[in-house]
């Protein structure tokens, strides 16, 4: 897997220092600087490929959603604050995440794995896909990922929204995160849909649908 290269700006020590352990214990980081301020940050950007930063929102001088407007579209970024308020300004400016202190391991992973790429993944906001190609598509918080066979491509936007974009004679809804296309799924197994090897949940509400509709 690709290394991810990455830098924490953080005023506090405490949260920094936090940052940088749960950092170390994902294989897939790299963690290539650490600054106190923006300023700091600026020159080790500077010096190296920065793929991912972590950047805090409220500091001295000047603040994150400032700074993130003065960084390359091409290193991602995940907020971290202790104000839930500036969670909107975080997403207006297409940060990948936005955490909340104080962060948990398990956030962490989530927030982290959105970053995680390689050469079958692709990241678009403008998506042109066939619908045929797609095997079926699974929501995370503000993004999907359109599953298709060997390749992946990951979008911006909401599930719901797709729904009624996709065509309803090709696909359908089973689950709050999924949908399929009908033609790639294989059979059924308890409560679980199968699409060759792939297994999917299929929820108490929409359970009835799917059966009568492709069994």
């Known amino acids: 897997m690709t290394s991810i290269n990455c830098i924490v700006v953080d005023d506090e020590e405490l949260a920094r220092a936090l940052l940088i352990t749960y950092i170390k214990k994902i294989d897939f980081l790299n963690l290539v600087g650490e600054a106190e301020n923006p300023l700091e940050a600026l020159p080790l950007m500077k010096e190296q490929k920065v793929d991912l930063l972590f950047l805090d929102i409220q500091m001295p001088e000047i603040k994150g959603t400032e700074f993130a407007k003065m960084v390359n579209s091409n290193t991602k970024i995940i907020f971290t604050t202790a104000y839930s308020q500036f969670a909107l300004a975080g997403y207006e400016l297409n940060a990948l995440d936005y955490l909340l202190k104080p962060i948990t391991f398990e956030r962490f992973v989530t927030a982290v794995n959105k970053v995680k790429t390689n050469e079958?993944?692709?990241?678009?906001?403008?998506?042109?896909?066939?619908?045929?190609?797609?095997?079926?598509?699974?929501?995370?918080?503000?993004?999907?990922?359109?599953?298709?066979?060997?390749?992946?491509?990951?979008?911006?936007?909401?599930?719901?929204?797709?729904?009624?974009?996709?065509?309803?004679?090709?696909?359908m809804r089973v689950h709050r995160s999924y949908i399929v296309n009908k033609n790639s799924v294989t059979g059924l197994k308890g409560r679980d849909l199968l699409l060759s090897e792939v297994s999917i949940p299929v929820s108490n509400s929409y359970f009835d649908h799917v059966k009568k509709e492709l069994f």
């Open 120 to 171: 079958t993944i692709e990241k678009s906001d403008a998506i042109t896909i066939k619908s045929e190609d797609i095997l079926y598509v699974v929501s995370d918080s503000e993004y999907v990922t359109f599953h298709m066979g060997d390749k992946k491509v990951i979008s911006n936007q909401r599930l719901k929204t797709l729904e009624q974009e996709l065509p309803s004679s090709l696909f």
